[in-house]
Structures are given as structure tokens and as C-alpha cells.
């Protein structure tokens, strides 16, 4: 007697019908819960995995009182003389419900380890919601998809107890390999138990094989391709493609309020680059945040051009992606499923023709020192040709200001010193404004003319980078700023204080203020003098030395010898070469703190 091969073509067009419905719900659900931030979260995704933990004979038993005769659906269904229960229509319900939640989880996890930057910077580069999804949300969640599809369609095909409940085991019309393995034991026929239980493993196995070796090839290929990654980045100069802006301005006046974090700051900056100098958690990058628009701030204004960004007084908040603003985070962000062609195009014009947009792009490269690179992926690409990738792209926009955090923190040494060469002059071209955010003060004098220093969400000092670094008005901004050396300080006369951790006096050129409260001097600015009688001048010891590549640091204590390494009162800075010439002086030393670098301090 021949095999009946009907469970073979009824468990494949039930489980190929639910796996196609489950696909697009799953991908829906898992998207839009990945977004959502409303009540009842944990609700509604404890139903949608619900069936994955529910003995399957209960999910059948819901599924039969749902779609029953007496069921919501079923007496809907009533008068089209339409029935779920026992067809092979009811098994694919029962197959989708079950498979769902393996869908929905895996697709989820795909979705959530996607970098956030790549979807924050698309939106500042005038991309939509649905633009985003389709171009970047989905290829990158591509390789999960297809595991989850393969999960669901295999979770689909070997289901049972509630096919059996809502279905039945009609043979011929509903009864799957599952059934008809079951069924055979409990006839006795081994054989055909084994031959369906071979069978579904062939199916479902080859689905899950052949993902994980398309997985594994396009790794391979992935990892082949880094064998032809940028190995340096030529000298260059950077030349921009921008529209000029006439009264270049943008005006910042916000509130963020957090737990744990308070953000509460105002200014304004023309064409010349601001620098935003701070510690960590000062509140540099939420300030850029809150610019393009990816984070709201609780209250206040943004003006870019007479252009008001925001205004909850008005109730005016623009989205990221009219907002013209170009961003340059710290990883930058590149689309790595996009060659740096494709990247650089997606922040043109939409609209444009093919061929406008070959040019402009060819435009960027050249422009960039990109030359040839135009079909290269990210990952191909050394760390400074992302950057200037990334650059491209966000002036490709012609953003009206220019958006920088930390552009050169994941730079080596050599090629940080280069590019940040190459971004000061980029900068000093560009006709829009411009923020810089650092924690390196060196590099925030270096780039930016001007600058503003924040600590714990606030500002606390705003002007040139001269005045910033020469007169520094708080002990905070003159840590900030690079200075170790300070004293807490008694006003003695017109133009003396006492040093109170120094233990001396000190004669000053600026007229004491009552509000000064501490005195401060930088390590490089002390000097070491053979003459005991200048004002200013007190013997010292050597505690202990730090070595850098060029310099020395002299950790120093005044008037007597030290009783322990951590007991000095200054720390100052000298060449090797100035070291050499005094490490055998015998002591004790004299230190000389010119009044001319002294800087009072609130």
C-alpha cells in the first residue's frame, strides 16, 4: 500500500501560510514596540509571547473558544457560512499564533542592536521614518529576519497541540506530519512514524542550515574585503561645497531636565566655531542633542538663522530632519551596509536626478582627498577616511550649522594631530555655525576661537579661548583648563594674599577682590631661579618626578623636606633638557611664582 503524502502538502502550505502572515506581523510589532514608550508596555508584550510559554493545548483551547461556533469570530463568521474549526485553514491560525512570538522576539533583538547614532544622523540628514526603515532599519536587521523566518517557519511546521485542538486530525484535510506521526505510533506503524519524523527534520533543518551558511559566507566576504581597508590617509586639504549664509547666528536658550541630570544653559555663536569644553557629563553632547533635534528639551528656545528650531512657550519643535543640521558623532555613524558613495548621497537634496547626484557625490570625494573610495563599505576604510566620509555626508546636505562631538577621540595619536589640522581649515571655509565638542583642551584651543565651559549642565565661563585660558574666573574652569597648582587664599593687603595650602605670602599685580577665594599658577609657568632674594621666591624640595615623552613633572614641596611621596604643595613642568641641567643641584631649590602668572580665582 502506498504512503498518503497528504500531511506532507498540508503541513507545507499551513506552515508557509503562517510564516508569510507571521513575517510582516512580526516585523510590525517588533518595530513599533521597539519605539513605543507608552502605558502598558509590559502588557501587551507579555501577550505577544504569551503562546511561546503557554502549554500549546491551552493556546489551541483560547484559539477554539475564539473562533468556535459560539466565538466572537466564529458568529461573525456565521452568516457567510464561512468555518474556521476543522479545515485546514484553522491549522494555519493555530501554526501563525504559535510561531508569532519567535518571530517577534528574534526580529526585535535584530532591531534593538542596531547603532542608535545610525538612525539619529539619518534623521538630521532630512531622512523619514519610513526612508530610515526601508534603507537602513531593515537591511541592517536583514540577517535576523531571516533567522527569526526560519525560527517561525520551523516552530510553524512541527506544530501540534493546538492545531489539533482548533483543527482536528482529518486526514486528507488537516492532518500535518506532527499528526501523523503521532497518530502512527499509536497505530503501531513505525515505519511511517519514521518516515514523517526524517522528514520534518530534513525540512526544517535545511531551512536553519541554509541561513547560517548564507550568514557564514557573507562573513567571510566581510572579513575578505578588510583585507583592502585603507592602510593611511593622505595629507590633505579640505574644500567645501556650501551655500553661504549671511548672518550666520544661532541662538540657544534650553532646559533639559532629568533625574539625575540637569541641563540649564544660554548662548549664541556667529560663523566662528564654539568650542564646548567640559568634563564628562557636563552636558556637552546632550546641548548638540537637543540642536538636532533628537532629544527635546524641557523648556525654552533654538533660533538657527531667525529660523526658530524650538519653542515650547510656542509649541514649535521642528523635526531632526528640517532642521538642516549636519552631525558628526564620535563613531560616525557610517551606514555600513551603504558603500561611502551611497552615504554621502544620502544626505543630498531629495529629488535630484541620477546624474546630479553621481556629480555632487564625485564633488565630495575629490573634495575629501576620496578619490576611488566611492564603492569601498565602511568597514574597508581607515579610521580617518571614515571621518572625512562622514564629514562629507553631512556637508553634502549643505547643513546651516555644523554639529561636532568629539570627531577625533577614536584616532590615534598621529592621524588626530593631521586631521584635526585638516577640520580648522574645513572649518574656517564653512559659511554656517559651528559647535565643537571636547574634553581635551588643547584640541578645544586649537580648533575653536571661542569657547564655552560647562560643568555639571551649567555654564561657567563663556568667551575667546584667550581670555578662557589666561584668565581662567573659577577654579573649576582653571582645572578644566589644564591648571594642578592651587591655594586657598587670605587677602593681606591691596596686593598681597596668603597662601594658605602653600604656607606663604605672595605679592600680586591685579588688586586683590574680596570674592577671590583661591589662587592658582600652571606647572609650566613656575620657574626655578639662584636668587633666594626675589619676590615670590621660596626654597623647595624634590618629593618625586612623572616622565612624559618630552617633559618632566616636579612634584615640589616649600620650605621644608617631604615625609612622604603624596606630601608636596606644587607639581611643575620642564623639559628634559632644563632637567638634566638641574636633577644634581643639591637642595634646596628656589621656585619663583612670577605675580605676572598668577590667577586669582572665585
Known sequence: MSLDLSPLWISLKTSLLATFITFFLG?????????????????????????????????????????????????????????????????????????????????????????????????????????????????????????????????????????????????????????????????????????????????????????????????????????????????????????????VELLVDIEKVLPSFHLKVAFSTDEQPLGLLGGSGAGKSMILRCIAGIETPTRGRIVLNGRVLFDSEKGINIPSRDRRIGFLVQNYALFPHMTVAQNIAFGLTKGLSASSMRLQVEEQLIAMQLQGLGDRYPHQLSGGQQQRVALARALASQPQALLLDEPFSALDTHLRSQLEQQMTATLTDYQGATLFVTHNMEEAYRVCPNLLVLEHGSPIQHGSRYAIFENPATVSVAQITGCKNFSSTVVESAQQIAAIDWGCSLNVIEPTQSESSHVGIRAHQITFTNDPNQDNTFPCWLVRTSETPHRMTLFLKLHTAANGLEDYHLQAEVFKEKWLTMKDHPFPWYVHLDPMRLMLLD
Open 27 to 247: 516585523i510590525a510589532a517588533a518595530y513599533w514596540m521597539l519605539g513605543y514608550r507608552g502605558k502598558g508596555k509590559s502588557l501587551i508584550e507579555g501577550i505577544f509571547v504569551a503562546p511561546l510559554i503557554l502549554p500549546p493545548t491551552v493556546v489551541g483551547f483560547l484559539l477554539l473558544l475564539f473562533f468556535g461556533k459560539n466565538g466572537p469570530v466564529g458568529k461573525l463568521m456565521e452568516p457567510f457560512d464561512i468555518t474556521i474549526v476543522f479545515t485546514w485553514y484553522g491549522a494555519a491560525i493555530a501554526a501563525t499564533v504559535v510561531s508569532f512570538p519567535l518571530m517577534y522576539k528574534t526580529a526585535l533583538g535584530a532591531f534593538a542592536q542596531i547603532d542608535g547614532n545610525l538612525l539619529r544622523v539619518a534623521r538630521t540628514l532630512g531622512a523619514s521614518e519610513s526612508t530610515i526603515f526601508w534603507r537602513i532599519s531593515l537591511p541592517l536587521a536583514l540577517p535576523g529576519i531571516l533567522a527569526a523566518t526560519t525560527l517561525a517557519f520551523a516552530r510553524a511546521l512541527g506544530e501540534f497541540g493546538a492545531t489539533l485542538m482548533l483543527a482536528g486530525n482529518i486526514p486528507g484535510q488537516t492532518q500535518t506530519i506532527p499528526m501523523a506521526i503521532y497518530f502512527a505510533v499509536e497505530a503501531g506503524a513505525m515505519d511511517e512514524a519514521w518516515f514523517w519524523a526524517i522528514a520534518i527534520m530534513v525540512i526544517s533543518l535545511s531551512g536553519i542550515i541554509a541561513v547560517n551558511f548564507w550568514q557564514e559566507m557573507r562573513e567571510k566576504g566581510r572579513q575578505g574585503d578588510r583585507g583592502t581597508r585603507g592602510q593611511g590617509d593622505k595629507k590633505s586639504e579640505f574644500l567645501l561645497v556650501s551655500t553661504p549664509a549671511a548672518d
